[in-house]
């Protein structure tokens, strides 16, 4: 199965600024997903990354506060902009793995706290 | 549009006792669904999994059966053990969509007493 590198695991980061979290597989995949996890919830969809397109955001995540790359099958960046301090979360990668039929590979998180 | 709903937890259980955490569905299509465990202080994993109806999906001794008639996926255990306090969550894999996106449920987490 995919094997995901994300980076940084965590990060504490003043108010205004602004963290970029890296995704890099060891493998050419289609789709990215970048995933919330807010304090003691569950994950959200923030967008789905593809190669060469503008990535596609969920209801209630806008470009300009969450701006997605995607330059290549095997790489993907997610910043958050402006930060505040709601925007403390883990956040997630993943890719559809075809090494495994149906399911899906995630990498191990970025653990933000906004100060 | 499609969601999971989960038991709310925490479950709390004593080592070798059965487990179950219920999950229940709505989609509009056929999708498949998921079980994914996050063990303290580590990303998601993928526990099991099911594409079909009366599929049953196993690991670790953990198992989960796609029920269409009831739209459920509940997860089961017979032996619990401490190894197993995790937050479990289930999801379903959008495939009527554009993009095969994971819908989660709010996670269950399990805490599996000596």
């Known amino acids: 199965s995919a094997v995901i590198s994300q980076k940084p695991s965590r990060d504490i980061c003043q108010r205004g600024t602004s963290l970029t979290i890296q995704c890099q597989v060891d493998?050419?995949?289609?789709?990215m997903f970048w995933y919330r996890q807010q304090p003691g919830q569950s994950l959200t969809l923030i967008a789905t990354a593809n190669q060469g397109s503008e990535a596609t955001y969920e209801s209630g995540f806008v470009i300009d506060k969450f701006p997605i790359s995607r330059p290549n099958l095997t790489f993907s960046t997610l910043t958050v902009s402006n930060l505040s301090p709601e925007d403390s979360s883990i956040y997630l990668c993943s890719v559809e793995d075809r090494g495994t039929p149906y399911g899906y590979t995630f990498g191990s998180g970025t653990r933000l706290t906004v100060v | 549009g499609d969601s999971v709903t989960q038991m709310e937890g925490p479950v709390t259980l004593s080592e070798e006792a059965f487990l179950t955490i219920n999950c229940t569905y709505t989609a509009t299509g056929y999708p498949s669904l998921f079980w994914y465990v996050q063990y303290p202080g580590e990303g998601l994993q993928l526990l099991l999994k099911a594409t079909k109806a009366d599929d049953k999906g196993s690991n670790k001794g953990f198992e989960a059966t796609y029920r269409k008639e009831t739209t459920s996926f509940h997860l089961e255990k017979g032996s619990v053990q401490v190894s197993d306090s995790a937050v479990y969550f289930c999801a379903l894999s959008d495939r009527g969509g554009a993009t095969n996106k994971l819908i989660f449920g709010t996670g269950t987490l399990l805490a599996v007493q000596p």
């Open positions: 493998s050419q995949v289609t789709m």
